[in-house]
DNA sequence: GTTTGACTTTTTTAATTAAATAGTCAAAAG
DNA sequence: CTTTTGACTATTTAATTAAAAAAGTCAAAC
């Protein structure tokens, strides 16, 4: 019954990315989880050894869905820079979407300093950044831009836009959630970043 | 006696800025300040109604010293590209000499949440903002770049430039004081990125 | 105008306990 | 043999309080 039991784990996993994108991970528990599905605790530990395992898979499940929707965008774009301005705003819905979960920023709400969660994020950068080095030697074939040590100026675009994003978002009251308007003043601010950094590697 | 008083009020700067930088505001009380001065508290606090005042003035002097230096830079320089290069490293000098104070980022040692910290922090943000449009401004004016909408550009770069810095930071293992190699990275990047964003200005 | 000893008030820290939550296990059900 | 569960234990977190430290005051003196 192997089949049965993969399906149950995506079913615990549905209830889950639930409650964390909306009560955040330390504000869910997993007799929280438990009934949601009416289940017994003991069940779901049956499933998933300890609550950290159950929050990896979330995640897991997270960044598939993003690198989906990302390599499809940087498939069907026919330029560069059409391809990184929908990246960020695929990178806006996902943020936004799980902010809760407060992926990827400073530990405020969660211990994301276990390893096996630091070890996921990094590996997440670094695959996010290999398909944007692509991207640019794509771009780099094509005759869009000029760039030798293409893997450099991924990892800098890449530190770039991210830390613009927290820069900004940074200026803002510190609240539980932050402003629709500090999305978009991050997504506006990132776009323009691109044009000028796409410009300064055409010649 | 109003000159002696002033010129006690900066003795007593004197030693705050140093075990502020030391030790950091929270870790430095309004006793030892007066025991290095070898004064009593009242007679301390005669000279600053309150720590905050203390402190204030204490980033007040920093900041002062960071602009009689930027400026420097900005007057002296040929061209934007050395300029920024040389703010970059101004920047580099100063935030690593006086991180103890954690001026500028999360209050993760301090209560910068006091609205006086709050604007002047702003406010020297804006400040910094002006002379660096004024910087573009006169690259424009030489032919060395071209832009409209100067004062966007430029906010655009500083909070890039300041954002690839948190992020960079940010990837390091959170210590009490980061290391030396952390800051090194900053600046690489930090001026790979100008070099990058001064080129797309340049069409 | 400046300084201070002795004081009060406020804020931090440490210690204690209570409560919540993570995680286990032996037994039972399908 | 796989899955489920009631009843349990072990850890972690949150609330409470007491003690200590630090901020800030004031009347008196120099």
């Known amino acids: 019954m192997i089949e049965a039991a993969d399906k149950k784990r995506e079913l615990i996993l549905d209830k889950a990315l639930l409650r964390f994108a909306h009560f955040g991970i330390n504000k869910t528990t997993m007799n929280d989880i438990a009934e949601d599905l009416a289940i017994s605790k003991p069940s779901l530990y049956y499933y998933f050894p300890d ?5 990896i898979a979330v995640a897991e499940r997270i960044f598939n869905e993003f690198f989906t929707r990302l390599e ?28 809760m979960l407060h992926i990827g920023d400073t530990p405020s709400d969660m ?23 692509d991207l640019f030697e794509t771009g780099i074939k ?40 500090g999305f978009e003043e991050v997504l506006t601010k990132q776009k323009a970043l691109t044009e000028i950094f796409l410009n300064g590697l055409k010649n």
Chains 1, 2 share one sequence.
């Open 51 to 55: 609550k950290i395992s159950l929050v």
């Open 72 to 99: 499809h965008i940087i498939l069907k774009s026919a330029t560069v820079q059409e391809a990184l301005n929908e990246t960020i705003e695929l990178r806006k819905i996902f943020f936004k979407k799980y902010f």
């Open 111 to 133: 211990n994301l300093n276990h390893e096996g969660i630091k070890a996921l994020m990094q590996q997440t950068r670094e695959k996010e950044n290999v398909l944007i080095k």
């Open 142 to 181: 094509r005759g869009e831009l000029k760039a030798n040590e293409s893997k450099q100026i991924a990892e800098l675009y890449m530190d770039s836009i991210i830390g613009l994003g927290m820069c900004v978002m940074g200026k803002q009251e510190k609240q539980l959630m932050p402003e629709s308007k």
